[in-house]
């Protein structure tokens, strides 16, 4: 059967950073949370420092443990020297005291409260440390390939790291496996003793739709946010690391979004003829010492638009100093009956194709360098 190509799309893209971007701990990723689709991102597989985002994690042991019977909302928990000497942000817990376990959960929420954290690690584990390796061991399972975890509450460890990929990866986990538990993410309010304690993420009340789930903050990390919005039956997940404020973080993040409910409340457009899939040239713009040319890479064939386009995502985000600018082409072919989305960055010259899919390959991608009016490559 002969296969016959329709160019489904073809989006010139920038994968050069914005000023933001070329700060050294800036990452971010917004995702739809039903596919896992990648809307938009900018350095979302970049080592980065995950600060109290770390909590997340910490939170889903303990909504396993209560789903297993391990642990109950109403117990109460022995709080250790360990877990009351942790540094703020802290609730203050007295060594040898007690807190409750769904006091313990929306204190980690709302106060991000550090002792809590350890409280609810010791519960589950004999002690921290191996409360993290169970940590980034759950993790590896559902997805998360560059997380290593050193503590359950995000406290500098300068071999605790992450990536906005994988924080996002733990968002949509805890949204999809905890529904019964979620609701705790968009808590106001948190009263423990004589105290209130307000949640910390002021996106919850300034963006429309917005219900959750964590802020982070470490000197060296900057100001980290996770957030989850529904617009339109349509959820997006965002994870922002490394703003230089709480209130830019929230701007950017506003930003974002909204850009990014915008485009999946746009109707894909289908070219009604196959154009060319040379790209045009990069005369006068910032990328132009990168030189254009008529071969292609193709990083993979698949049977979901979505999961061509988020590909096409990682192989750029992965060399970006030999995929800059670049257009992006995603080709709908069918090949004996079987639908299938070709996923490509056209616009490179051999040398380039040949160099590119060899860091690729090394980086455990897919990768073929395409010549021009090369035959059908599935």
């Not at 204190?107 to 809590?116: E, P």
């Not at 560059?146 to 790291?161: C, D, E, H, I, Y």
Request: charged share 20%.
């Amino acid at each position: 059967m002969r296969c016959a190509a329709v160019v489904l799309s073809v989006l010139v893209i920038t994968i050069a950073l914005g000023d933001a971007a070329n700060a050294r701990r800036y990452a971010s990723v917004i995702i739809d949370a039903d596919t896992g689709e990648v809307v938009y991102e900018r350095q979302a597989n970049a080592p980065r420092i995950p600060a109290s985002l770390v909590k997340m994690m910490t939170l889903y042991m303990t909504f396993e443990a209560l789903a297993s019977g391990k642990l109950k909302m109403n117990q109460q928990l022995r709080v250790s020297k360990t877990a009351a000497g942790r540094s703020p942000t802290k609730l203050g817990l007295k060594a040898g005291s007690t807190i409750k376990v769904e006091d313990a959960i929306l204190s980690l929420i709302t106060k991000s409260a550090n002792d809590s954290a350890t409280v609810l690690a010791e519960a589950l584990s004999s002690n921290e440390p191996k409360f993290a390796r169970a940590m980034t061991i759950r993790g590896r399972k559902l997805g998360m390939k560059r997380t290593s975890f050193r503590n359950a509450s995000g406290l500098p460890n300068r071999r605790q790291r992450s990536t906005a990929f994988d924080m996002a990866v733990l968002a949509r986990a805890l949204i999809r496996d905890f529904p019964q538990h979620y609701h705790y993410f968009a808590t106001q309010k948190f009263r423990y003793g004589k105290k209130v304690y307000k949640n910390h993420n002021k996106l919850l009340t300034s963006y429309v739709g917005a219900d959750g789930i964590k802020t982070g903050y470490t000197r060296a990390s900057g100001f980290n946010v996770a957030i989850s919005a529904k617009r339109n039956n349509r959820r997006l997940i965002g994870i922002i690391i490394g703003g230089r404020s709480g209130r830019s973080r929230d701007q950017h993040t506003t930003k974002l979004l909204n850009e990014a409910f915008a485009k999946l409340d746009k109707p894909a457009k289908v070219a009604a003829t196959p154009p060319s899939i040379e790209p045009p040239a990069l005369q006068g713009s910032k990328q132009s010492r990168i030189a254009g040319g008529n071969w292609a890479i193709q990083v993979g064939a698949f049977q979901r638009i979505a999961a061509a386009r988020q590909q096409i995502h990682r192989a750029a985000s992965a060399v970006p100093s030999l995929l800059l600018g670049r257009q992006v082409s995603i080709i709908a072919v069918n090949d004996n009956g079987r639908d299938l989305y070709r996923a490509r960055l056209t616009g490179v010259t051999e040398g380039v194709a040949h160099e590119a899919c060899a860091v690729l390959r090394e980086r455990e991608f897919d990768c073929v360098p395409v010549p021009p009016k090369s035959p059908a490559i599935n």
